[in-house]
């Protein structure tokens, strides 16, 4: 059995790793859904003025030809000007590193930005793509055919899960 | 049982033929789409790359501008390659089937088509003989459906009165003829709006009517009591040819809308319109141009649904 890291604690990390590097043009974008729970939670830990920017890939996923669009697609909301931001863009696990690039596809519609740094709360490696998180919260190993994804209690509170492939 | 002809084995959107017999699940799976594009068409840059490569075929067998051109709009802003035909004017007159045309136009690598026909049925014989990687948008069969408009009315209504569960809406006019009103009317029974209510002369509705689930009302004041969402249908004026009406002034006294009697109707009620409008007929320009309209918003918010549909269908 692995054990995970507690995600609360890995929340609480991540944001003392973050504070002393935000400035005035800093902005946060959480992807949907296990992304925007964490991006919600660094946002009020970290006070930042900008209101918290809320993404969905799903018009932008390179898996849309085999997959089809994905089924309850969430409304993009980015309530400042991304031009000339440094961008946080915060996800939950970082795995293949598609949808971070789906991700910055988007945000490029919205304007060019300054700089975009990637938060994630754990990476599980097996990147297909050269990406790579600026801010980790843990490396965590994850038995084959199984899927890493955060949790939130009707409570707030955040916890990282293994659940099996098919579940999905 | 016969499957859906717009479902796939999975039970998946393949076609969109008609609102009737579609399950509440896809139509709120298409409505929720929709919600998200919308978001996008308000964006700087009004484009994403879904159906990059992609192209889509509209073939409007009858003249149509509006609708056409919210469906190149929608298909331009999936980033798809959009390729008009307006075949009225082209193959057909030189004897080509329907189904050849659309043979020709699949041998060119077609993978969305977008249909307007005035025979009732015709999508639905094109759906049965495209390949499995083709899809059929109906963009208006004859006088049985026009499912994407049907769809944004609902969208329009979810949007102004999030929830369909306590609401009246009165569809209001030539009924008989509109394949607006029969999509609405199946959209709005899926969806569980709890009354619907057509309200018109005898002559502009059809026979039976009521088996669809609605209330009928020949006297518009009393059928527009209480109403929420109020949808005015088009008169077309060959309708006066036929018989079927005096003359557009007398139609206007018993069933046009004017601002005393949309008062009759909830004060919040909002006013439909499939357009194109005939001003001082079916609606007076003081309702038209009025607080309660929302006629031009359902045109922004038609470019959604049709992304919605082309995104979903293309997927599937």
Redesign the interface.
Known sequence: MVKLPEAEKLCEQLAAELRPKLGPKSAMIGLYTGGAWLAERLHSLLAIKEPLGLM?I???RDD??Q???H???????IPFDVSGREILLVDDVLYTGRTVRAAM??LF???RPASISLVVLADRGGRQLPVCAQYCGARVEVPAGMRLRLTREASGKLALVLESQSAT | MQRNPQLNQAGELQHLLSIEGLPREILTQILDTAESFAGVTEREVKKVPLLRGKSVFNLFFEPSTRTRTTFEIAAKRLSADVINLNIAISSHTKGESLLDTVANLSAMHADIFVVRHSSSGAPFLIARHVKPHEHVINAGDGRHAHPTQGLLDLFTIRHYKKDFSRLTVAIIGDVLHSRVARSLIHGLTTLGAPEVRVIGPQTLLPAGVEALGVKVFHDMREGLRDCDVVVMLRLQSERMKGALLPSAQEYFKNYGLTLDKLSLARKDAIVMHPGPMNRGVEIDSSVADGPHSVILPQVTFGIAVRMAVMSIVAGN
Do not use: I, V
């Open positions: 969905d799903s018009f932008y849309y030809h997959q089809g669009l089924h309850d697609p969430k409304r993009t909301k596809n988007e519609d919205y304007g």
